[in-house]
């Protein structure tokens, strides 16, 4: 019957080799071409530029200065298969809702670049790694893109921060590690008496923080300071110079080798008033996946970085003075958690 496959052949198939493990192999094998698709189709600008209008070929070669005209339809075609973008056959392309989506949604296209980008080439770089070759340096390579995904963590974290903050009426409020600066806008918009800070040393990031506070009418009431929170200098002067009521180090502690993890919750610690509150997010070692996968990552980069789990966590808070709430998952089962910690009063 056409359509169906004969009987012999598909005998053959489930008995050679070891079929799950083919079919496995197929369906990973394209879950990863077409993450990498959607990230060329970012990269290329494909998607930016016909989210300006719909256009023929000639005209996105002219747009994305493509010089190989025959080669940019084959692209368009696939990404036209997958539905990310629609048309072709004669008339113009244009963006699907799906392409779209990309667009107007910056997790969706930090998701494309860096699962693309620095989570896969970690396996990519495994063997050249493994016989001492030269560590990752994404922090200070993608830190932007970094800040950028972290934004996954948002919407389950925001809720418990914004109660947490709402409760303690904090006259000013501190982002240590601010990245795009959403926390530090959550901060402010609970504790609308409040002034904030938040410091990064990635520029890029701090301007991302920047444009956050400005889009949310918040400029006016925060500062964001280009440093590293271990530099002295930094916390002696400027806007970090007043202590604080309560200080967020969300998604950032694991950067820093184990060795300087208690001096910084200390430095933190050194930032707050007496009964000051440290909310703290991370991800945390446990057999999971995304945990594994995230620990190896930050194995691979320059300066001896590793995830904890959450009982290291509450010993390291501990050790830097603070009297330390259980762990809460962010979510059911997820290796990530938060942590309020107090000085004493
Ligand atoms: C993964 S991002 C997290 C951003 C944000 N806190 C969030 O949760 O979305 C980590 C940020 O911490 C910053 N960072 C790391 N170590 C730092 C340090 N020692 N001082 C200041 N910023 C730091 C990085 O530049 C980066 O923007």
Redesign the pocket.
């Known amino acids: 019957m056409p359509g169906l496959i004969n009987p012999g052949a598909l005998w053959k198939i489930v008995r050679a080799g070891h079929p799950r493990a083919r079919l496995r192999a197929t369906r990973d094998g394209l879950t990863a071409v077409r993450l990498h698709l959607g990230a060329a189709a970012v990269e290329t600008g494909l998607l930016d530029s016909l989210a300006t209008g719909d256009a023929t070929t000639a005209e996105l070669a002219r747009r994305l200065g493509a010089v190989d005209e025959e080669l940019l339809t084959a692209f368009l075609r696939v990404a036209a298969s997958v539905g990310l973008i629609g048309g072709g056959e004669g008339r113009p392309w244009r963006l699907t809702a799906r392409g779209r989506a990309i667009v107007e949604d910056d997790l969706v296209r930090a998701g494309y670049e860096a699962f693309s980008g620095l989570h896969s080439a970690v396996y990519r770089e495994m063997a050249t790694l493994l016989r001492g070759g030269e560590r990752r340096r994404d922090?200070a390579e993608h830190?932007a893109l970094?800040?950028r995904i972290?934004?996954g963590?948002?919407s389950l974290v925001m809720d418990a921060l914004a109660r947490t903050v709402a409760e303690r009426r904090p006259r000013r409020v501190l982002?240590?590690?601010?990245?795009?600066g959403?926390?530090l806008a959550v901060m402010l918009e609970a504790a609308p008496a409040a002034h904030g800070v938040g410091?990064?040393?990635?520029a890029e990031?701090a301007d991302l923080a920047e444009r956050t506070l400005r889009e949310r009418g918040l400029s006016g009431r925060a500062s964001v300071v280009r440093?590293?929170?271990?530099d002295p200098s930094a916390r002696a002067s400027g806007p970090l110079a007043e202590p604080f009521d309560v200080a967020l180090l969300?998604?950032?502690i694991y950067?820093?080798p184990m060795a300087e993890r208690v001096p910084l919750l200390r430095d933190i610690a050194g930032l707050l008033n007496p009964g000051g509150l440290l909310f703290l997010?991370a991800t945390v070692a446990t057999p999971q996946f995304f945990s594994r996968h995230f620990d190896l990552l930050l194995r691979a980069q320059e300066g001896r970085m590793e995830l904890t789990d959450a009982d290291g966590l509450v010993s390291q808070l501990t050790e830097a003075g603070f009297v330390v709430d259980r762990p809460r998952p962010i979510a059911p089962g997820a290796p990530a958690v938060t942590v309020t910690a107090t000085l004493p009063g």
């Not at 440093?227 to 271990?230: A, C, F, L, Q, T």
Request: aromatic content about 6%; hydrophobic content about 50%; overall charge negative.
């Open positions: 922090m830190g970094i800040a972290s934004q963590f948002e982002d240590v590690g601010c990245g795009a959403l926390e410091i990064d040393l990635d990031a440093s590293d929170i271990r969300a998604n950032v950067y820093l997010v």
